[in-house]
T-cell receptor, first 114, second 108 residues
Framework: DAGVIQSPRHEVTEMGQEVTLRCKPI?????LFWYRQTMMRGLELLIY????????DSGMPEDRFSAKMPNASFSTLKIQPSEPRDSAVYFC????????????FGDGTRLSIL | DAKTTQPTSMDCAEGRAANLPCNHS???????VYWYRQIHSQGPQYIIH???NNETNEMASLIITEDRKSSTLILPHATLRDTAVYYC?????????FGQGTELSVKP
């Protein structure tokens, strides 16, 4: 079975530009999670969805960040406008049940804002 | 903040068992212990989880103390490909809260 698929794998853009990260969860998984990883802060949960509905966005750093899940097979994380401090690796994960079942992670998008 | 404490780094000889400890003294009765690992530049990979009984799968064994305040992940025959950062996580309110993990280096 295909795992969680993220695109692009790498993104380099200039400060102020809009950035869109994409994620396709594993088919049949009800939960989708967005994480960010930096050297300073480690791996942080940004937001998660259940059945396409955002449940907890308390980890989203500020209004420049937004996430959507228009259907069960696709989610986006947007940053507008982007800033150099947004440079990080962004991971998407999905699971069948939020509380018990393990989360399966994609390989991430490495984002560099110049 | 993460609810677990792990050593920053450990070494293990190839072919030997790797025993990775984790302290979670404030764990609640209904919280599970999860272990993930992250190989450089890849996404975290699920290894195993448990509530109070010891667990084993094709990757590893998880030993949880009777008082549930600590656990040990055991990789029975470590290989060079097991070199990674290993995260012990107590699942609180459905979220995975990652700490700094243990950097395991398997040496030939």
């Amino acid at each position: 079975d295909a795992g969680v698929i993220q695109s692009p794998r790498h993104e380099v853009t200039e400060m102020g530009q809009e950035v869109t990260l994409r994620c396709k969860p594993i088919s049949g998984h009800d939960y989708l999670f967005w994480y960010r990883q930096t050297m300073m802060r480690g791996l942080e949960l940004l937001i998660y969805f259940n059945n396409n509905v955002p449940i907890d966005d308390s980890g989203m750093p500020e209004d420049r960040f937004s996430a959507k899940m228009p259907n069960a097979s696709f989610s986006t994380l947007k940053i507008q406008p982007s800033e150099p401090r947004d440079s990080a690796v962004y991971f998407c994960a999905s699971s069948q049940q939020e509380r018990i079942q393990p989360q399966h992670f994609g390989d991430g998008t490495r984002l560099s804002i110049l | 903040d993460a609810k677990t404490t792990q050593p920053t780094s450990m070494d293990c000889a190839e072919g030997r068992a790797a025993n990775l400890p984790c302290n979670h003294s404030t764990i609640s009765g209904n919280e599970y212990v999860y272990w993930y690992r992250q190989i450089h530049s890849q996404g975290p990979q699920y290894i195993i989880h448990g509530l109070k009984n010891n667990e084993t799968n094709e990757m590893a064994s998880l030993i949880i103390t009777e008082d549930r305040k600590s656990s040990t992940l055991i990789l029975p025959h470590a290989t060079l490909r097991d070199t990674a950062v290993y995260y012990c996580i107590v699942r609180a309110q459905g979220k995975l809260i990652f700490g700094q993990g243990t950097e395991l280096s398997v040496k030939p």
